[in-house]
C-alpha cells in the first residue's frame, strides 16, 4: 500500500533558479510552458542542475472578468548564475523557503492531489497556518509512476 512521508520544519533552497509563468489558460496543462522552459536554456547553452519544480499559490483574488488569480510557474536550476534574461522568465539567485511541511510522494502521478491534501489537513489539525504556496519537486518519473517532494510553507506566527 502506497504510504506518503511526512515531515515538519523542513527547508527548501534552491540555487540559480530560473522560472517561468504559466498563463492562467494553461494552469491545468503545464506541459506546453515546460518545454518552451527547456527549449530556451537549450537555445542558450545552458545546463539544469536537478528536477523540475512547479510552483503555486492559492487563489490571490480576481482580475477584472471575475476569474480567480493564480500563480503558478515552472521552475528549474541552473549549473550557473551568470544568465542572459529575458522575458518572460525570471532568475533569482537563491530561493530559501523556510518552515515548510514536507510530504514525499510514491505513486501513481494522478493521485499526486493526496500529498497535498495530507499537509493541509494535517495544517488544520495542528492549527497551524499555510503560506498558500505550493512547490512540487518532480524527482523522478517513469511510466505512470511519480516520486515528488511536496513542500508546504507556513506562515510565522
Known sequence: MPQIEFRENKVLKLINVLSRKVPKS????QDK???MLMNWIKAKGYQTVGPLI???TGITGTDSD???????????????????????????KEVRIPNCL????????EKLQFATNK???YAYE?????????YIVLIEQQENNLLADVFMPLKNT
Open 26 to 29: 494553461e494552469i491545468m496543462s
Open 33 to 35: 510552458q515546460v518545454v
Open 54 to 56: 512547479m510552483y503555486s
Open 66 to 92: 471575475g476569474q480567480p488569480i493564480i500563480d503558478s510557474r515552472v521552475m528549474v536550476q541552473l549549473n550557473t548564475s551568470n544568465v542572459r534574461l529575458e522575458l518572460p522568465y525570471r532568475f533569482e
Open 102 to 109: 514536507l510530504a514525499r510522494f510514491n505513486d501513481e502521478a
Open 119 to 121: 499537509l493541509t489537513l
Open 126 to 134: 495542528n492549527d497551524l497556518e499555510l503560506t498558500g504556496e505550493t
